[in-house]
């Protein structure tokens, strides 16, 4: 894999002009309705606003890409769909997340597409793939993260159907969602985990204000459930499939997080070049100091090894290897990476770059989740070193 900071995807040939598309899409369409609209990354965005890019990226046969022709996608590989979430966590766009459905849409959904009957196809996923409904994915508890078998949230038999009582916190695009993907322990077991498809607007289940993470994003709710009823055909696949359902692509899921963050650090790159490049000092430019030049060199290199760890590791998963290791490997070095290309881009930027509303800010702030969100890098290093010492 060759280093370029405006990546021509010469590896995966057949993606470039979607590429090219999407990329001109993000710069062009997209950049002039946030800028009418006013939006920030810690702007609350209403429904309808990131609606009108759901349908219009659905249009542009963005959303959904990955999924197969019956879904009108082009049934991408793991590698092509992670070319164009790179595109989109480099673009600067605020609802780079809307994009391609990772906010409410298919690629929300994951894999239970396969899991679906025919009616719940029609009922809840299509209108997702549409851009018509929106879906969050429910699992997170306040003290059921990493250990989600402490989870209290509990399915108790009601006739054909169950009262689902429970509490789930960081459903991310929870505010816009109209069903979630939820997962509840059976009543009366301790190891039994169903999924079932919760419409949110049921009696009995509330949406309320998630916390806010350190990013300022407004994208995260709590589900609240008190005795709330779901029927028989809300029960996605069979009863005890719900951990194989909403853990069971981690594998892909872990490495499939890596190019967005990717995204965002080549975005603190380029910023931090042209930065230093146009930053007048002692009768030059930054750019001309050695520290600088050093610090930039680090950077990139850096950025460079772990995009092709990455790649590689997307590779073999698309040649039907399961690389397990390779994703606990990616994910921590990603995610530690990515934030120290971040802090050493405020470094450069000084104070352009640490006050609130700088680009290289916000990007500090969200790269430094990722070493946290979907598996701390200590959970991470959990499992290279059970893999290795299997």
Not at 20 to 47: H, M, Q, T, V
Not at 76 to 88: D, G, S, W
């Amino acid at each position: 894999m060759s280093f370029e900071l405006f990546p021509d995807y010469r590896e995966t040939p057949s993606i470039q002009p979607v590429v090219d598309k999407l990329r001109a899409y993000l710069s062009g369409e997209l950049a002039d309705y946030e800028r009418r609209l006013e939006l920030g990354p810690e702007s609350e965005f209403d429904r309808a606003t990131l609606q009108q890019v759901w349908k219009r990226s659905r249009e542009l046969g963005f959303y959904g890409i990955h999924l197969s022709p019956e879904y009108g996608g082009l049934g991408l590989t793991n590698t092509e769909l992670a070319a164009l979430k790179e595109e989109v966590g480099a673009s600067g766009r605020v609802l780079y997340h809307s994009v391609l459905g990772d906010m409410g849409g298919p690629l929300r959904a994951g894999a239970i597409f396969k899991y679906a009957t025919a009616e719940q196809l029609e009922r809840y996923l299509v209108p997702v793939v549409e851009g018509d409904r929106a879906c969050c994915f429910s699992l997170t508890e306040t003290d059921a993260g990493s250990d989600v078998r402490a989870m209290r949230t509990v399915a108790t038999p009601d006739g054909d159907g169950w009262r689902i009582t429970g509490h789930k916190v960081f459903s991310s695009a929870g505010p816009f969602a109209d069903f979630s993907v939820l997962i509840a322990r059976m009543a009366d077991t301790e190891e039994a985990y169903s999924a079932f498809l919760v419409d949110l607007a049921s009696p009995g289940c509330s949406v309320e204000p998630g916390d806010v993470p350190i990013s300022g994003q407004h994208i995260e709710s709590d589900i609240v459930l008190e005795n709330c009823y779901v029927g028989p055909g809300q029960l996605l696949g069979n009863v005890g499939d719900g951990l194989r359902i909403g853990l069971g692509r981690v594998t892909t899921n872990r490495l499939l997080h890596c190019p967005t963050v990717l995204g965002h650090a080549r975005r603190a790159i380029q910023l931090t070049v042209d930065y230093a490049k146009q930053r007048a000092i002692f009768g030059g430019t930054l750019a001309d100091i050695q520290v600088i030049q050093h610090k930039i060199a680090d950077m990139t290199t850096n950025y460079y090894a772990a995009r092709s760890m990455t790649y590689d590791a997307l590779a073999a998963l698309d040649r039907g290897e399961d690389p397990k290791t390779e994703a606990f490997m990616c994910k921590l070095f990603v995610a530690e990476t990515a934030f120290d290309i971040a802090d050493e881009a405020m470094q450069i930027h000084g104070k352009a770059g640490m006050v609130q509303g700088s680009e290289v800010e916000w990007l500090f702030r969200r790269l430094r989740m990722f070493r946290i969100l979907t598996g701390s890098s200590e959970i991470q290093k959990n499992g290279i070193a059970k893999e290795i010492l299997r």
